[in-house]
């Protein structure tokens, strides 16, 4: 009986002290050593602020003229080169308004044309009647010819100068028609190119805001777009730091999408300008490296390397 009660205990003993060895070694046994090896190195002092990536040039693409989007080219997220056709807008009324200018350029040219006949005319009309009036005025003072005929020749003498002052102001005011003709054709022609958007420069669309339909008023935004040239961090950096900041040191950025990365940058410039609230200013950081994924707004950390001492 005794030797069956031994044999029932004998696997609670050894569950007993194994869990006791166990405790002893998590809880009593003394920790393992761990070995630092030091050695000098630089001490870099840094500046931080908090800020959003910007590009440095941005802009707004807008229509010029007040017409209905016919077509819409790209889309955001698209790369774009100057002088590349992102939209087109209605472009039949113009169309018709060019057309229409351009007949009206073709009957000012033609009315300069025959005024210009009639100034020839009576250029040669007042000749004769200068050598008219010479002739009988002479033969009246021999009396060959009566003086009412002599006043005659005067009277068409002077008809004769009227009617080339007539034709010189017909002349005048049919080079005018043409002037104008040729600018309402040159303003119309600009209006047509104007239903084509292009883009400025070569960037990024970051936002599309219209779709074909939609009625365009000037200024009213068709999409955004920015430059890839220079792409920064605009951060707020506290004004205790004025005196430490200055164009071109180098920087270290950390987005919060990888916060476990820095990207290099330098700072560009700073603002001269202090909010009178959270009593700090503003440092852009340009970015050397971007990430894989970015968007224009995101938030970052910027690490600015004021000084390094060596020990």
């Known amino acids: 009986m005794k030797h069956s009660f031994l044999r029932r205990m004998l696997p609670w003993l050894a569950l007993i002290a194994a869990s006791g060895f166990a405790f ?4 009593l046994a003394p920790p393992p050593v761990v070995t630092h090896k030091l050695s000098l190195g630089i001490i870099t002092g840094e500046v931080m602020g908090t800020g959003t990536l910007e590009a440095r040039v941005k802009t707004t693409v807008s229509a010029r003229i007040q017409e209905r989007l016919m077509a819409v080219l790209v889309d955001q997220g698209d790369t774009v080169k100057q002088g590349q056709l992102l939209a087109r807008l209605d472009d039949g009324e113009i169309r018709q308004q060019v057309a229409i200018a351009e ?13 210009e006949a009639d100034l020839a005319r009576s250029e040669a009309v007042l000749a ?3 050598r008219d009036n010479e002739r ?29 002052k007539r034709s010189n102001a017909a002349i005048a005011e049919a080079q005018g028609q043409v002037l104008v003709a040729e600018k309402t054709l040159l303003h119309r022609k600009e209006q047509m190119a104007f239903t084509q958007i292009n883009a400025p420069y070569d960037g990024l669309i970051i936002r599309r805001d219209r779709d074909p339909g939609d009625m ?3 200024g009213g935004a068709l999409m955004e777009m920015i430059s890839l040239d220079e792409i920064w961090v605009s951060a707020w950096v506290d004004e205790t730091a004025i005196s430490k ?20 940058g330098v700072v560009s410039r700073i603002g001269r300008e202090t909010d009178r609230e959270t009593r700090e200013f503003i440092v852009d950081v340009r970015v050397n490296e971007l990430p894989k994924n970015w968007t224009i707004g995101q938030r970052a950390e910027v690490y600015i390397q004021t000084e390094q001492v060596r020990p």
């Open 24 to 27: 002893y070694k998590i809880k």
């Open 103 to 115: 007949a009206t350029l073709a009957a000012a040219k033609q009315t300069a044309l025959r005024v």
């Open 128 to 130: 004769q009647a200068r």
């Open 136 to 164: 009988l005025r002479g033969l009246a003072a021999s009396q060959a010819v009566s003086q009412s005929e002599a006043d005659k020749a005067g009277e068409a003498l002077m008809v004769a100068e009227a009617d080339l």
């Open 216 to 218: 365009l008023v000037p």
């Open 245 to 264: 900041v200055a164009a071109g040191q180098m920087a270290r950025i950390v987005f919060r999408s990888e916060s476990d990365k820095n990207y290099p």
